[in-house]
């Protein structure tokens, strides 16, 4: 099994998702949100970030509308229950730095967990936050795994559509071009 998931990250990004860290199956595939399970691909088709629904083994082409992948804790493991709270903060600074390097518009956290480990504050909303994270906005989106009931299909596709109109609003366009 890889030790590692690639990131599916370039310079100046419309948007970069992030999830909270990898799954054993995604890391070992070398994909992210490998689990057929799991909604992202399809939620992010269905809100509007893609043409099409893309599948894992395709990640890299979500480059192509501006769009990157990322997570906070490179650990796979096969829940982010397992993740302990020293390793969220372990991995701050790289992941911070990261975000400075490649400068993306906006970074979307999936999940409340790992925006919470990394700034530290507890009661977190849903959508946009206050702080940002070098330039970039910070959004805090439903996780979609499939072990999220909490969230239909449908509210997915509305909170990650609310981010994909706030980008279009800010920039008087269509995302898609």
């Known amino acids: 099994m890889s030790e590692r998931l690639e990131d599916i990250l370039a310079e100046q990004l419309t948007v970069v998702f992030c999830g909270i860290n990898p799954g054993k199956g995604s890391a070992a595939l070398g994909q992210h949100f490998a689990n057929r399970s799991n909604r992202f691909w399809r ?3 269905l809100a509007g970030f893609t043409p099409h629904e893309i599948f894992p083994e395709n990640g890299r082409t979500l480059l ?3 769009c990157g992948l990322t997570t906070v804790v490179e650990r796979p493991t096969a829940s982010a229950s397992e993740l302990a709270r020293h390793e969220f903060k372990a991995a701050a600074a790289a992941f911070e730095q990261k975000i400075r390097h490649y400068r993306p518009r906006c970074v979307a956290f999936l999940g409340k967990a790992g925006y919470s480990a990394l700034s530290g504050q507890r009661a977190i909303a849903w959508g946009l936050q206050a702080q940002s994270l070098g330039d970039a906005s910070v959004w ?3 996780n979609p795994s499939g072990r999220n ?3 239909s299909l449908e509210q997915l596709v509305s909170a990650y559509g609310q981010l994909r109109q706030a980008i279009a609003h800010a920039d008087q366009q269509p995302l898609l071009s």
């Open 64 to 66: 192509h509308y501006h």
């Open 43 to 45: 939620t992010l088709h």
């Open 149 to 151: 009931l909490a969230f």
């Open 140 to 142: 805090v989106l439903p």
